[in-house]
């Protein structure tokens, strides 16, 4: 299991563009249409199975909500900034 972040780490380590909502952290990706959301999501899924550790991911028009907490550890872990690091990436 992993160790929980304090909220000093969090809030150092949260990459660009992401929130902490309670025990998670959430960022919205914007895009032109609704395929392009889809394939970024595609993406995200397989970041997420390659790391072992899945987001919820909410598809809708334009917008693809990640949303990243360590349910065994109970909150945000190292593995949740890692992924949402990684997310950042494919995004820009």
Known sequence: MSDLLSDDEIDRQLPNGWERDGE???RAFEFDSYLPGVGFASAVGGLAEEAWHHPEITITWGEVEVRLTTHDAG?????DIELAGRCNEIYE
Do not use: P, V, Y
């Open 24 to 26: 998670e952290i959430t």
């Open 75 to 79: 909150g945000i872990t190292e593995k």
